[in-house]
């Protein structure tokens, strides 16, 4: 068959492609393109066509078929599978403008705007359920057979609530909107008839979705009587009515309707949807102890499948929560119980204990009793058959309304009557029963009535129908011979049946009635009786009356003579008769344990019956899964935690990533462990499952919040007094902050950072719109984006190191994927349109949301910070201000509009000027402490006891300090140097010794202890080196030089280090061979050194110091050790460049350039003509071509370029010199915005040249 399938789109394929042909010669027939447009059709919805494929092909039969509505139609539902409500809506729209009568397409528009009205559901603004009244709508007129429909119904927008603020839909265009088909067409075929029967279906199965009642059933037993009737003429008919028959019985409508309808197939050889619906039919007319096993035995001979047995046994067997409704009085008990004899003491008499315990048996008896509640009674099929619509004339109208009349007069009299009896008879009794024979007489009478109840409420709704369908067949006739009074009549009459339906006084009365029997049935049991004879015969007439068969009367009914069989029996005798006191506490305690242990059984036990392969399959775990959790967690609440611990491992074992059961797990182990270690163990597998669980799903999104406040929860717990009120810092009602807990608890400080980083990361991507999780406006052009998605993929990156070490990696990478299809989504007009967003105006809100709360938190430490006038003597560390750094990383600068938004909501004063105080306050209050370990002031214990535990954490926040060291601020820079070097915070005899002629070893001692403990500075290795050189052993130091130079967080003490090391490692061979100026010979041996050691610091050294001297020494060979220069260096940077950072790449890159760039200008001599200036023109021009970076030819070619314009300038060439001046002017421009200080300040004063000789010459 699929090779058959396969073979039919073969065919198909040659026919498109041979009619494209003729197409593209321009000879194909108007025959030909029909064709092209049939086949493309059938190639659309061929099963082996992929969706994206046949959306191509529907397009192209649409244009060259354009007012084919099936195109459009095939359209819509191929969009609608793909869950693209947007297009597909506008695609349904256009297929019913095709064809404005199409019940088929109409349909279709009701399920669509029943979808989107589910993207709606709970959003403000908006009407509730709007689309899906107007669906239903639809559905209604569709099965009544109308054929035109308003144009308003066309419209797949929510309808707003009035005065509500919603976002204008403004980039729908024009066509999309709903047109007015009205008039402009009139239905032919079929006209006033249902034309599509799959309506009836959908109409059901929206019913069977509502809470079950009476009224719904009745709706829908018409419309599955006309489904049953259609089944032999619809393919699949059979399967149809099963799959509404079982949803009917798991909604829990009565098992006797399908087995009436059902009887319909009796001729017919049951296929195997039926047989699988009477397979359902006996489940649910089972005994609730053989279902289990019989659901057992289905499953396993496959008659049901896996997913519908759980069905089935969690309507039949779980039918209500497992919950112990006396929660607080169970635990009051147990604290009665515990405090036995003391109560006397607490002022309570003997009487009143015995009261007090009377209430807590009482209590928790009828709870233990309410822990499994009874299956409830199935409701009844209808039991009124709706009259035939026969032809009826004015003397048979006015006969069966006075019948109807005369029903509702007697019904009307038998409700005043049973009125009665209970003010006048029942309703006494219930308040002073004496034995249990009055009891059992009063539970009888009141069951009774509340059946008497139920029987006015159908019968009223059998009334009020019956005079519907009177009125229905009454409008042929003539007003004026039914009389002027009918319509009155009729009226009147729905009005009395309405009120039956609404006995307000009967319900009053029972309930008032049933509130006595309860608090009077400790100690009684009931009997077998009949219901009072005068209650009987009152119910008796009301039966008769409304015309009701008579095989189901109210139990216990008298008929005649005799009196009914009651079907009240006796009470089970569940519980002892008498507990009192304590002890009838404590055993009203045991009992309840084992009740609930029992349940607990009882809920289990069928779980047993199923095989091993069954309970494999999802449904069936995830039931089992339920049970297990609804147990723990009441075992958990009536004290039992062990027995708890060990359900919710069972669930850990069975599903390791079962979120619930590792959260209490985590919860318990809080409150009864008092090892940290675990505790924090069960927490952090807790946190690492909700990372996995996104990352198996691909998507960041689906557990994100609740990520978000597991983070804020730890980030609380680890503030150390940080926030003493964090709800209310949040909503800036106060800055409450312990600024010195904070700065002297680095490590709490850290762990409170870590986890409001990850909160923030998770908040950020819990956001749908594309924009707005780069951050960016919809308006923001390609560079910004492509900025907002460098930013947000630097931030994920650092970001997901305070993550738990196993999602670390995957977590990275869906949040990265997440942020590339956004970037992706924007580069469209879809991405960036609010009305393909729903969630557009919720996430804007979020976003702004977030921005705010990252720089709330920035002004509370600020405030601290401001408030605090003595912080600065009082802090232990600095370490604190790295971290505070930190939350730097947080991209809120990506959008300035939203940023400035969120900024303006903390009221702190302009936006603007906020922003940038928050932003560089820990840089601002770096600079502070750094001055203060420098103030001469200041005690000098004290600043050598900061310095040196600064100079610990330099190491461990390396990034920030070298981040500040890179800063455009020379006094900072100077300061941070005098931190490297540490001479200051030396013992007097390290410095005399550092300043005399011989190092002491105590000194050398000292120095090295201080380079294993501060291997981030590199001063003291320096100082070292010093030390050592002058004591003959300078190679000692080279240890301590090597980890400085590859630790140090200052550059130029790096590089220092690094220059020791060459004077120390540099081999003699070497050495001599630049002091004999053989060149040639030490860049052989360089080029061996580097082919053993790429990544050598000091072979680069050692080459940039050959060629070098090579370059001063010999000038006239410069020109010719260009090529090997660049290749020689370029050699070494692959070598190391994975060990490099960039900005080291790009500091060698400069020192290449500029050896080039000497290489270039030696071998040129004196630059004292215009000749000279020719050739540094050409040479500096051949040095760009090779690499456009290189700002020292840049700036020689300047030069040569300025000279040249000024040399054509005194030779009146005044164009060629206007246009070697416009060159010079270009490269001094560039150099101005690319070049490092020394050669922009360089290009400043030539710029100032050019631009006077241009004057000057009136350029």
């Given at each position: 068959?699929?090779?058959?399938?396969?073979?039919?789109?073969?065919?198909?394929?040659d026919?498109?492609?041979?009619?494209?042909l003729?197409?593209?010669?321009?000879?194909?027939?108007?025959?030909?393109?029909?064709?092209?447009?049939?086949?493309c059709?059938?190639?659309a919805?061929?099963?082996?066509?992929?969706?994206?494929?046949?959306?191509?092909?529907?397009?192209?039969?649409?244009?060259?078929?354009?007012?084919?509505?099936?195109?459009?139609?095939?359209?819509?539902?191929l969009?609608?599978g793909?869950?693209?409500?947007?297009?597909?809506?506008?695609?349904?729209?256009?297929?019913?403008?095709?064809?404005?009568?199409?019940?088929?397409?109409?349909?279709?528009?009701?399920?669509?705007?029943?979808?989107?009205?589910r993207?709606?559901?709970?959003?403000?603004?908006?009407?509730?359920?709007?689309l899906?009244?107007?669906?239903?709508?639809?559905?209604?007129?569709?099965s009544?057979?109308?054929?035109?429909?308003?144009?308003?119904?066309?419209?797949f927008?929510?309808?707003?609530?009035?005065?509500?603020?919603t976002?204008?839909?403004?980039?729908a265009?024009e066509?999309?909107?709903?047109?007015?088909t009205?008039?402009?067409?009139?239905?032919?075929?079929g006209?006033?008839t249902?034309r599509?029967?799959?309506?009836?279906?959908?109409i059901?199965?929206?019913?069977?979705?509502?809470?079950?009642?009476?009224?719904?059933?009745?709706?829908?037993?018409?419309?599955?009587?006309?489904?049953?009737k259609?089944?032999?003429?619809?393919?699949?008919g059979?399967?149809?009515?099963?799959?509404?028959?079982?949803?009917?019985?798991?909604?829990?409508?009565?098992?006797?309707?399908?087995r009436?309808?059902?009887k319909n197939?009796a001729?017919e050889?049951?296929?195997?949807?039926?047989?699988?619906l009477?397979?359902?039919?006996e489940?649910?007319e089972?005994k609730?102890?053989?279902?289990?096993?019989?659901?057992?035995?289905?499953?396993k001979?496959?008659?049901?499948?896996?997913?519908?047995?759980?069905?089935?046994?969690?309507?039949?067997?779980l039918?209500?929560?497992?919950e112990?409704?006396?929660?607080?009085m169970?635990?009051?008990a147990?604290?009665?119980v515990?405090?036995?004899?003391?109560?006397?003491?607490?002022?309570?008499?003997?009487?009143?204990t015995?009261?007090?315990a009377?209430?807590?048996?009482?209590?928790?008896?009828n709870?233990?009793?309410?822990?499994?509640?009874?299956?409830?009674?199935?409701?009844?099929?209808?039991l009124?058959?709706?009259p035939?619509?026969?032809a009826?004339?004015?003397?048979?109208?006015?006969?069966?309304?006075?019948?109807?009349?005369?029903?509702c007069?007697?019904?009307?009299?038998?409700?005043?009557?049973v009125f009665s009896?209970?003010?006048t008879?029942?309703?006494?009794?219930?308040?002073?029963?004496?034995?249990?024979?009055?009891?059992?007489?009063?539970?009888?009478?009141?069951?009774?009535?509340?059946?008497?109840i139920?029987?006015l409420?159908?019968?009223?709704?059998?009334?009020?129908?019956?005079?519907?369908?009177?009125?229905?067949?009454?409008?042929?006739?003539?007003?004026?011979?039914?009389?002027?009074?009918?319509?009155?009549?009729i009226d009147?009459?729905?009005?009395?049946?309405?009120?039956?339906?609404?006995?307000?006084?009967?319900?009053?009365?029972?309930?008032?009635?049933?509130?006595s029997?309860?608090?009077?049935?400790?100690?009684?049991?009931?009997?077998e009786v009949?219901?009072?004879?005068?209650?009987g015969?009152?119910?008796?007439?009301?039966?008769e009356?409304?015309?009701?068969?008579?095989?189901?009367?109210?139990?216990g009914?008298?008929?005649?003579?005799?009196?009914?069989k009651?079907?009240?029996?006796?009470?089970e005798?569940?519980?002892?008769?008498?507990?009192?006191?304590?002890?009838?506490?404590?055993?009203?305690?045991?009992?309840v344990?084992?009740?609930?242990?029992?349940?607990?059984?009882?809920?289990?036990?069928?779980?047993?019956?199923?095989?091993?392969?069954?309970?494999?399959?999802?449904?069936?775990?995830?039931?089992?899964?339920?049970?297990?959790?609804?147990?723990?967690?009441?075992?958990y609440?009536?004290?039992?935690?062990?027995?708890?611990?060990?359900?919710?491992?069972?669930?850990?074992?069975?599903?390791?990533?079962n979120?619930d059961a590792?959260?209490?797990?985590?919860?318990y182990?809080?409150?009864?462990?008092?090892?940290?270690?675990?505790i924090?163990?069960a927490?952090?597998?807790?946190?690492?499952?909700?990372?996995l669980?996104?990352?198996?799903?691909?998507?960041?999104?689906?557990?994100?919040?609740r990520?978000?406040?597991?983070?804020?929860?730890?980030?609380?717990?680890?503030?150390?007094?940080?926030?003493?009120?964090?709800?209310?810092?949040?909503?800036?009602?106060?800055?409450?902050?312990?600024?010195?807990?904070?700065?002297?608890?680095?490590?709490?400080?850290?762990?409170?950072?870590?986890?409001?980083?990850?909160?923030?990361?998770?908040?950020?991507?819990?956001?749908?719109?594309?924009?707005?999780?780069?951050?960016?406006?919809?308006?923001?052009?390609?560079?910004?984006?492509?900025?907002?998605?460098?930013?947000?993929?630097?931030?994920?990156?650092?970001?997901?190191?305070?993550?738990p070490p196993?999602?670390?990696?995957?977590?990275?990478?869906?949040?990265?994927d997440?942020l590339?299809k956004a970037?992706?989504?924007?580069?469209?007009?879809?991405?960036?349109?609010?009305?393909k967003?729903?969630?557009?105006?919720?996430d804007?809100?979020?976003?702004?949301?977030?921005i705010?709360?990252?720089?709330?938190?920035?002004?509370t430490?600020?405030?601290?910070?401001?408030?605090?006038?003595?912080?600065i003597?009082?802090?232990?560390s600095?370490?604190?201000?790295?971290?505070?750094?930190?939350?730097?990383?947080?991209?809120?600068?990506t959008?300035?509009?939203?940023?400035?938004?969120?900024?303006?909501?903390?009221?702190?004063g302009?936006?603007?000027?906020?922003?940038?105080t928050?932003?560089?306050?820990?840089?601002?209050?770096?600079v502070?402490?750094?001055?203060?370990?420098?103030?001469?002031?200041?005690?000098?214990?004290r600043?050598?006891?900061?310095?040196?535990?600064?100079?610990?954490g330099?190491?461990?926040y390396?990034p920030?300090?070298?981040?500040?060291?890179?800063?455009?601020?020379?006094?900072?820079?100077?300061v941070?140097?005098?931190?490297?070097?540490?001479?200051?915070?030396?013992?007097?005899?390290?410095?005399?010794?550092?300043?005399?002629t011989?190092?002491?070893g105590?000194?050398?001692?000292?120095?090295e202890?201080?380079?294993r403990?501060?291997?981030?500075?590199?001063?003291?290795?320096?100082?070292?080196?010093?030390?050592?050189?002058?004591?003959?052993?300078?190679?000692?130091?080279?240890?301590?030089?090597?980890?400085a130079?590859?630790n140090g967080?200052?550059?130029?003490?790096?590089?220092?280090?690094r220059?020791h090391?060459?004077?120390?490692k540099?081999?003699?061979?070497?050495?001599?061979?630049l002091?004999?100026?053989?060149?040639?010979?030490?860049?052989?041996v360089?080029r061996?050194?580097?082919?053993?050691?790429?990544?050598?610091?000091?072979?680069?050294?050692?080459?940039?110091?050959?060629?070098?001297?090579?370059?001063?020494?010999?000038?006239?060979?410069?020109?010719?050790?260009?090529?090997?220069?660049?290749?020689?260096?370029?050699t070494?940077?692959?070598?190391?460049?994975q060990?490099?950072?960039?900005?080291?790449?790009?500091?060698?890159?400069?020192?290449?350039?500029?050896?080039?760039?000497?290489?270039?200008?030696?071998?040129?001599?004196?630059?004292?003509?215009?000749?000279?200036?020719?050739?540094?023109?050409?040479?500096?021009s051949?040095?760009?071509?090779?690499?456009?970076?290189?700002?020292?030819?840049?700036?020689?070619l300047?030069?040569a370029?300025?000279?040249?314009?000024?040399?054509?300038?005194n030779?009146?060439l005044?164009?060629?010199?206007?246009?070697?001046?416009?060159?010079?002017?270009?490269?001094?421009?560039?150099?101005?915005?690319?070049?490092?200080?020394?050669?922009?300040n360089?290009?400043?004063?030539?710029?100032?040249?050019?631009?006077?000789?241009?004057?000057q010459?009136?350029?």
């Open positions: 068959m699929r090779r058959a399938l396969l073979w039919e789109r073969e065919k198909l394929l026919h498109v492609r041979r009619i494209h003729l197409r593209k010669r321009r000879q194909a027939t108007p025959e030909e393109l029909e064709a092209l447009a049939e086949a059709f059938r190639l919805l061929h099963p082996a066509t992929p969706p994206s494929e046949a959306v191509s092909y529907l397009k192209e039969g649409q244009r060259i078929d354009g007012t084919n509505p099936r195109y459009a139609y095939h359209l819509a539902r969009f609608y793909q869950n693209k409500m947007k297009k597909a809506s506008g695609w349904i729209r256009r297929a019913a403008q095709y064809n404005p009568s199409s019940h088929r397409i109409w349909a279709h528009i009701s399920l669509l705007q029943k979808e989107i009205n993207e709606y559901h709970g959003k403000t603004g908006y009407e509730p359920d709007g899906r009244l107007r669906g239903e709508n639809i559905a209604a007129r569709i009544e057979g109308q054929d035109e429909f308003s144009e308003d119904l066309l419209d927008d929510p309808p707003k609530l009035k005065g509500a603020q976002p204008e839909r403004q980039d265009p066509s999309a909107k709903p047109q007015s009205r008039g402009l067409w009139k239905r032919v075929s006209a006033g249902c599509w029967t799959g309506i009836y279906d959908l059901v199965e929206d019913l069977l979705e509502r809470e079950p009642r009476e009224k719904i059933r009745d709706e829908m037993l018409p419309l599955l009587d006309r489904i049953i259609m089944c032999r003429e619809r393919t699949g059979n399967m149809a009515f099963s799959v509404l028959g079982i949803e009917w019985l798991i909604a829990g409508y009565p098992v006797s309707t399908i009436r309808l059902i197939f001729d050889p049951q296929d195997a949807s039926l047989l699988l009477e397979t359902l039919c489940l649910f089972a609730l102890t053989d279902v289990p096993q019989r659901l057992a035995s289905a499953l001979e496959g008659k049901i499948p896996p997913l519908l047995a759980a069905l089935v046994h969690h309507r039949r067997l039918r209500q929560p497992l112990f409704r006396a929660l607080g169970y635990r009051l147990r604290g009665f515990e405090k036995e004899g003391l109560s006397a003491e607490g002022g309570e008499t003997r009487e009143q015995e009261k007090k009377a209430t807590f048996i009482k209590v928790l008896l709870a233990a009793e309410e822990l499994e509640a009874p299956e409830p009674a199935p409701m009844n099929d209808a009124l058959a709706k035939k619509e026969e009826i004339d004015v003397a048979g109208a006015r006969n069966v309304l006075g019948e109807l009349e005369a029903s007069r007697k019904l009307e009299q038998a409700r005043y009557d009896f209970l003010k008879k029942l309703e006494p009794m219930s308040k002073k029963i004496g034995d249990s024979q009055e009891y059992s007489q009063a539970v009888k009478d009141h069951t009774a009535v509340t059946e008497f139920g029987l409420n159908r019968v009223g709704n059998a009334g009020i129908e019956r005079l519907q369908s009177l009125t229905g067949r009454a409008q042929k006739l003539k007003a004026a011979e039914l009389g002027n009074d009918f319509v009155d009549r009147t009459c729905r009005k009395n049946f309405n009120e039956l339906k609404m006995p307000k006084g009967l319900a009053v009365v029972q309930n008032r009635i049933d509130r029997l309860k608090s009077q049935a400790e100690g009684k049991t009931a009997s009949n219901i009072s004879v005068d209650l015969r009152f119910i008796q007439a009301a039966r009356a409304s015309g009701l068969p008579d095989e189901a009367p109210p139990s009914v008298v008929n005649g003579d005799e009196g009914g009651p079907d009240l029996g006796p009470v005798k569940k519980w002892p008769d008498k507990l009192a006191g304590i002890e009838g506490v404590k055993k009203a305690l045991d009992l344990d084992r009740e609930v242990d029992a349940v607990i059984e009882k809920r289990l036990a069928p779980f047993r019956e199923y095989s091993e392969a069954d309970m494999r399959h999802p449904s069936l775990q995830a039931l089992r899964a339920m049970v297990k959790s609804e147990a723990a967690e009441l075992l609440r009536l004290s039992q935690p062990e027995r708890a611990l060990a359900l919710w491992n069972d669930l850990i074992a069975e599903d390791a990533l979120l590792l959260k209490n797990i985590a919860v182990e809080s409150l009864n462990e008092k090892d940290h270690s675990a924090l163990g927490w952090r597998a807790y946190g690492e499952r909700l990372y669980c996104d990352i198996l799903l691909q998507d960041p999104r689906p557990h994100a919040e990520r978000a406040d597991f983070h804020r929860d730890f980030a609380s717990a680890y503030s150390a007094g940080l926030l003493k009120d964090e709800v209310e810092a949040r909503q800036g009602k106060k800055d409450a902050t312990n600024l010195l807990s904070v700065a002297n608890s680095p490590g709490y400080l850290e762990e409170f950072i870590s986890h409001k980083v990850a909160e923030f990361l998770n908040r950020r991507m819990n956001l749908n719109t594309p924009t707005l999780v780069l951050g960016v406006e919809r308006t923001a052009g390609p560079e910004r984006r492509q900025k907002a998605l460098d930013e947000m993929l630097s931030f994920v990156q650092e970001a997901c190191t305070y993550l196993k999602a670390q990696e995957g977590f990275r990478k869906i949040c990265s997440l590339r970037f992706e989504a924007c580069a469209g007009t879809e991405g960036r349109t609010i009305s967003n729903i969630d557009f105006d919720r804007e809100e979020k976003y702004v949301h977030w705010a709360d990252v720089y709330r938190l920035k002004k430490f600020f405030v601290a910070l401001r408030d605090s006038k003595d912080w003597h009082k802090i232990k600095v370490d604190f201000l790295p971290l505070l750094d930190r939350l730097n990383m947080l991209p809120t600068g959008s300035a509009d939203y940023q400035e938004s969120a900024v303006s909501s903390l009221r702190a302009e936006a603007s000027a906020v922003i940038e928050l932003d560089f306050m820990v840089t601002g209050h770096t502070m402490v750094l001055q203060y370990l420098f103030d001469d002031r200041v005690d000098r214990k600043r050598e006891d900061l310095f040196w535990k600064l100079a610990a330099l190491t461990r390396r920030f300090w070298e981040k500040l060291a890179d800063r455009n601020d020379e006094n900072l820079k100077n941070l140097k005098a931190i490297d070097e540490a001479s200051r915070f030396y013992p007097e005899e390290v410095i005399k010794s550092l300043k005399g011989d190092g002491s105590a000194a050398a001692k000292f120095l202890e201080r380079c403990r501060y291997p981030a500075l590199t001063g003291p290795a320096q100082h070292l080196f010093i030390l050592y050189h002058k004591q003959r052993v300078p190679e000692k130091a080279i240890p301590f030089l090597e980890a130079a590859k967080f200052w550059k130029e003490g790096r590089e220092e280090c220059k090391l060459n004077s120390l540099l081999p003699g061979e070497i050495d001599g061979l002091k004999s100026k053989n060149y040639r010979g030490a860049l052989k360089l061996m050194q580097m082919k053993e050691n790429p990544a050598s610091q000091a072979v680069l050294d050692s080459l940039v110091k050959c060629y070098s001297d090579w370059i001063e020494n010999k000038p006239i060979e410069a020109g010719s050790l260009i090529l090997d220069i660049d290749s020689d260096i370029e070494w940077l692959e070598g190391a460049r060990q490099l950072e960039a900005k080291d790449v790009a500091t060698l890159k400069r020192n290449k350039h500029a050896l080039l760039t000497n290489a270039a200008l030696a071998s040129l001599g004196k630059l004292d003509n215009v000749e000279k200036m020719r050739q540094l023109e050409e040479a500096m051949g040095l760009l071509k090779r690499d456009g970076e290189n700002m020292p030819a840049v700036y020689y300047m030069i370029n300025f000279q040249k314009a000024l040399h054509l300038a030779s009146s005044m164009a060629e010199a206007r246009t070697e001046f416009r060159k010079a002017d270009r490269l001094a421009n560039r150099l101005l915005t690319e070049a490092q200080d020394d050669y922009r360089k290009a400043r004063e030539y710029k100032q040249q050019i631009e006077k000789a241009r004057a010459l009136g350029f």
